[in-house]
């Protein structure tokens, strides 16, 4: 495995470049049948209504795919993941306006571990809200 | 209805083996707007030090979520399947999952709790390759919420 980032350039603190990640219902739809998660509170706006969620929600599992580009754009090489989990706290609702919703991430290093290791710290929040808790990852850099 | 707490621990046989395909990692990375070389262009992997075309970090869920749902469907569980969400998920990597792998899924009930009246499963699967290595674990913890409350 090749990171771009070399643990000698980085510190507690460092941060990642930050992104926005654009999801639409057209996203959801794609999204899938590529995962094969097909439950309905993610395509059908009657069901998630019925189940008492505001309009249609991402998938969480799409929101946590979104999170980690942060960190493998930032590494370069997606293989150097060792660790990644989060917590789904509020979900992304996505409105059938065309425009749909954006998913904003940001990374700081938050922990220098051994074996060029170091943990990162993800924020994601959508509609000024934050979507995922607990959102940590630990990359193996150069 | 309070779930069983002696499932915990319980582990279901390994899955039928998942054959990743290079089109289902393109047609993955695509679903979420990634275009890094490394999920379609072997060689872009090879040069990062991969076999071939590896998938990103969460495709793995793909996998070890229809192997999870037998767990969850156990009748003798008692989870009610209608109420349940993903409240937290995450993996532990030995090495990024690989086009060509053909990798199997024991699933086991880590934990049972029940906390304001919603039922909270965790499900860790373990992911192996076809000679038994290990590639990634999943720790999937679902809740089914108290009927009271939606």
Same mark, same amino acid.
């Given at each position: 495995m090749t990171a771009r980032i ?6 507690? !603190? +460092?941060?990642l ?6 999801? +639409? ?37 799409? +929101? ?7 960190i493998t754009d930032w590494t370069g090489d997606p293989g150097a993941v ?40 993800? +924020? ?8 995922? !808790? ?5 990359v193996a850099l150069a | ?23 289902? $990692? ?27 075309? $590896? ?10 979520? /229809? ?19 993903? /409240? ?6 030995? /090495? ?5 792998? /053909? ?8 934990? $049972? ?38």
């Amino acid at each position: 495995m090749t990171a771009r980032i070399s643990y000698a350039d980085v510190e507690v !603190g +460092t941060e990642l470049p930050a992104r926005s990640f654009p999801v +639409t219902r057209d996203t959801l739809v794609r999204y899938a049948g590529a995962s094969g998660d097909f439950n309905p509170i993610h395509w059908n706006e009657k069901f998630a209504v019925a189940v008492g969620l505001p309009d249609v929600i991402a998938h969480g599992m799409f +929101t946590m795919a979104e999170a980690v580009r942060v960190i493998t754009d930032w590494t370069g090489d997606p293989g150097a993941v060792v660790e990644y989990g989060v917590r789904f706290t509020k979900p992304v609702v996505v409105p059938n306006d065309g425009e749909g919703a954006l998913i904003e991430v940001s990374g700081k290093v938050a922990a220098l571990l051994d074996d060029n290791r170091v943990r990162v710290d993800l +924020t994601a929040t959508s509609g000024g809200e934050k979507v995922l !808790g607990m959102a940590r990852a630990v990359v193996a850099l150069a | 209805m309070a779930i069983d707490q002696s499932f915990v621990g319980r582990s279901y046989p390994p899955t039928e083996p998942y054959e990743v395909g290079r089109e289902k $990692i393109r047609e993955f990375a695509e679903a979420v707007g990634d275009d890094h070389p490394a999920y379609t262009d072997a060689e872009a992997a090879k040069a990062l030090g991969h076999p071939d075309v $590896i998938a990103p970090p969460t495709f793995a869920f793909a996998i070890t979520f /229809r192997a999870a749902g037998e767990v969850i469907q156990d009748p003798g569980l008692g989870l009610d399947y209608d109420r349940v969400v993903h /409240r937290e998920q995450k993996f532990a990597y030995t /090495r990024p999952v690989c086009a060509g792998d /053909r990798l199997s899924v024991v699933s086991t009930i880590e934990s $049972i709790k029940t906390l304001a009246g919603n039922d909270v499963v965790e499900i860790r699967g373990e992911v192996r390759d076809e000679t038994g290595a290990h590639v990634v674990t999943a720790w999937t913890k679902l809740v089914a919420r108290a009927a009271e409350e939606a």
